[in-house]
């Protein structure tokens, strides 16, 4: 058998005119050493990893900069934890401030129990971050018409959750998934409720360009393993979604045909 | 009297670069952030600003965060 490796061909993976080679984002959120983080960012082949903005913590213990800078992977501060359009847009100021970037993982979340997005004034800090230049990447609901809107605002991608923040509950509504995709002129990234590969194998054969996987893989037993699985499902879905699946059907199809079947009935007595 | 992280502290009439060595940071390092009374003061102006008496001192850094 020929070992030749058939090469596969794949359109590139771009937000905002920028060519990304990997589709699966990491958020650093959630793991209990850096030197973990640093073997997940390695796993993942993840080029950009969100990060938070907080209170200078005298007592912390090692560089979270130094060890993404070490890795070599791109920062994309987040606005987690701002309940308000005016709040998240002081954060991706300071943050830009902070990280020389203007890329943004726009976070305006609605209530502590769900944190799920607050749609009005998540477009609300959309439309005046996008206007002072900032590269918006908006988590938001898995609703079509309000991911439409903020792309019409100008984001330069939408980032619909699977389910809630942290639960580990998987795609809770492909088909709404499937028709933000259908609509979408920018980059669509799953961003929030996967828990194990499939799920993001699911999101990727949904037509997703990407996802963004933070506990997942942080949480999980063993980080580092979930982060090889979940990377390897990515390419996994993304092949799949490209080939082309067949269609569902009730009843089966059989594979081997049907014509020239041999006759071994017994002669009749 | 200002407040420092929530914290209140004797340092009215401190620089910014002050302030970040009293938290144990240096002015240079990457990933740090301010803002008194809610705005920004960027980076520029850490070695000439000072704060007064009442003021609000946020100074952010980076923290792992999805």
């Given at each position: 058998?020929?070992?030749?490796?058939?090469?596969?061909?794949?359109?590139?993976?771009?937000?905002?005119?920028?060519?990304?080679?990997?589709?699966?984002?990491?958020?650093?959120?959630?793991?209990?050493?850096?030197?973990?983080?640093?073997?997940?960012?390695?796993?993942?082949r993840a080029e950009l990893?969100?990060?938070?903005?907080?209170?200078?913590?005298?007592?912390?213990?090692?560089?979270?900069?130094?060890?993404?800078?070490?890795?070599?992977?791109?920062?994309?501060?987040?606005?987690?934890?701002?309940?308000?359009?005016?709040?998240?847009?002081?954060?991706?100021?300071?943050?830009?401030?902070?990280?020389?970037?203007?890329?943004?993982?726009?976070?305006?979340?609605?209530?502590?129990?769900?944190?799920?997005?607050?749609?009005?004034?998540?477009?609300?800090?959309?439309?005046?971050?996008?206007?002072?230049?900032?590269?918006?990447?908006?988590y938001t609901n898995d609703?079509?018409?309000?991911?439409?809107?903020?792309?019409?605002?100008?984001?330069?991608?939408?980032?619909?959750?699977?389910?809630?923040?942290?639960?580990?509950?998987?795609?809770?509504?492909?088909?709404?998934?499937?028709?933000?995709?259908?609509?979408?002129?920018?980059?669509?990234?799953?961003?929030?409720?996967?828990?194990?590969?499939?799920?993001?194998?699911?999101?990727?054969?949904?037509?997703?360009?990407?996802?963004?996987?933070?506990?997942?893989?942080?949480?999980?037993?063993?980080?580092?393993?979930?982060?090889?699985?979940?990377?390897?499902?990515?390419?996994?879905?993304?092949?799949?979604?490209?080939?082309?699946?067949?269609?569902?059907?009730?009843?089966?199809?059989?594979?081997?045909?049907?014509?020239?079947?041999?006759?071994?009935?017994?002669?009749?007595? | 009297?200002?407040?420092?992280?929530?914290?209140?502290?004797?340092?009215?009439?401190?620089?910014?670069?002050?302030?970040?060595?009293?938290?144990?940071?240096?002015?240079?390092?990457?990933?740090?952030?301010?803002?008194?009374?809610?705005?920004?003061?960027?980076?520029?102006?850490?070695?000439?600003?000072?704060?007064?008496?009442?003021?609000?001192?946020?100074?952010?850094?980076?923290?792992?965060?999805?």
């Amino acid at each position: 058998m020929s070992t030749e490796q058939i090469p596969i061909t794949d359109t590139p993976f771009e937000i905002a005119g920028r060519t990304l080679r990997s589709r699966l984002i990491l958020g650093s959120g959630g793991f209990r050493r850096l030197e973990t983080l640093a073997d997940a960012i390695r796993a993942t082949r993840a080029e950009l990893v969100t990060v938070a903005l907080r209170r200078i913590d005298p007592g912390a213990r090692g560089s979270l900069v130094d060890v993404l800078d070490e890795c070599g992977v791109e920062l994309l501060p987040n606005t987690a934890g701002c309940y308000t359009a005016r709040d998240a847009v002081v954060t991706a100021k300071l943050a830009r401030e902070a990280f020389g970037t203007e890329w943004v993982k726009l976070e305006v979340i609605g209530d502590e129990r769900t944190l799920l997005p607050d749609g009005p004034e998540l477009l609300l800090a959309a439309e005046e971050l996008v206007a002072d230049g900032f590269v918006v990447l908006p988590y938001t609901n898995d609703d079509p018409i309000l991911a439409r809107r903020l792309e019409d605002a100008g984001c330069a991608a939408v980032m619909p959750l699977g389910s809630p923040i942290g639960s580990g509950m998987g795609i809770r509504n492909p088909y709404n998934i499937a028709l933000i995709v259908e609509r979408a002129g920018v980059s669509v990234i799953l961003d929030a409720g996967v828990g194990t590969a499939s799920d993001a194998a699911l999101a990727m054969e949904l037509g997703c360009d990407g996802v963004l996987c933070a506990s997942a893989i942080s949480r999980a037993e063993d980080p580092v393993a979930m982060a090889h699985a979940i990377r390897a499902a990515v390419e996994a879905g993304r092949l799949a979604r490209g080939a082309g699946r067949i269609p569902r059907r009730l009843h089966a199809e059989a594979s081997s045909p049907t014509e020239g079947m041999a006759d071994v009935t017994p002669p009749v007595e | 009297m200002i407040t420092l992280n929530g914290e209140p502290r004797e340092r009215a009439g401190a620089t910014i670069v002050e302030l970040l060595a009293d938290l144990g940071v240096e002015a240079r390092a990457r990933g740090v952030a301010v803002a008194v009374n809610g705005e920004i003061v960027p980076r520029a102006d850490w070695t000439r600003h000072r704060v007064d008496d009442g003021d609000r001192v946020e100074a952010l850094s980076a923290m792992q965060g999805g």
